[in-house]
DNA sequence: GGGCCATGTCATCAGTTGGTGACTTCTAGG
DNA sequence: CCTAGAAGTCACCAACTGATGACATGGCCC
């Protein structure tokens, strides 16, 4: 016990609320905006749970505050254009899914159901997913195509949600991501 | 006053339930199973909330119920096969969304996040959807091509939950459609 | 008609949730 | 050292949820 330690928690007003939009952000990935409780938000930050309301106004602001620091589509558009399916395609079908890329995906898909949650993330996926992947598409269609896009890595993410790994083997998994890749390039080079 | 009016509701245990289950179903499709709340369902029904649980054991128990009875994927198989993208890309993309044929993917989508309904999807989906699915494509990738098919599907419906008809106007949802139709026919056809 | 069971109604419970305000404790500045 | 205010703690509230058991009532069979 070299360092005389405070018996409550340090009082850094900074480092507690972001231990809280970490735990929040993971929480909310894992569980969904409705079955996280803010108890167990602030245990797994070590936080008291008033403090919560007192940083963030309440649960629903704490959830738009977590979609805003998230990290977003920027990551794919970045790489090599003509790779951007096989990197997709590899994150949706075959990374494990705990990677933080899967974050902000399971985040909307988890708690789009909730009502509280669904206008924070209409608002965020607007500006935080499909206003760079159209510019990044660019040509007429570039809003469809992004829808497109959206579709596939949606629908892939929720199905991994719904049966985890289950039901296909690696084989079946490789072959999955494989034609998701083609799927997905060709909503990106082509007009459709 | 001409029919002597009973004050009560109609004593028919059959009609009861099957109105239980009804308004069940249109609530969990259109709340999802958390938002759903016991005496909404009976409030809709008519029927006094202690009733759920009399006939059918509880809330879940009601929920999966709900799912052995709603609609399954047969329709859709059941037609032309060379149509069947542009069927369901007409469904996913142009059709309104209040349609009875989307209750089953809105019950899915909008309470997959929840780990109570979670297992009674997993199960009546696999045996609802992907079972009869992959049946119907048939050949040794059927499991991965009917996953894939899945991924379009729950992620246009996907889509339309979290964006209802925003973003997209008519004429780009036709695009979408036919962009649609092709890639979910390009599934069924051939091998991935 | 009388008994009896199925059906429906009601009051209420126990648990959980998000939120609030009063209180304590620590630290910075004078 | 002492005060003021920030940071953290605690007890508690009001609302809501699913569920249950006691009770009322209707209709059928003997």
Known sequence: MSPPMTPGRARNAAATR????????????????????VREIASD????????SRYFGGKEELFSEVLSC????????????DSFGERVAQMLAVEPM????????LIMLRSASSPKAAEAIRRHSHDAFYQPLETWLGGDD????????????MGATMNRVIYEDY???GQQRQELCEALARTLDNYVSGPV
């Open 142 to 153: 570039a809003a469809v195509r992004a829808r497109l896009l959206s579709c596939v890595m």
């Open 98 to 105: 705990r990677e933080e890329k899967f974050e902000l995906f």
């Open 18 to 37: 972001t231990a809280i939009l970490e735990a929040a952000r993971k929480r909310f990935a894992h569980e969904g905006y409705d079955q996280t409780g």
């Open 70 to 81: 998230a990290p977003n589509i920027a990551e794919f558009l970045d790489g090599d254009r």
């Open 45 to 52: 930050a070590g936080v008291d749970a008033a403090l919560i």
């Open 167 to 169: 039901l296909l083997d």
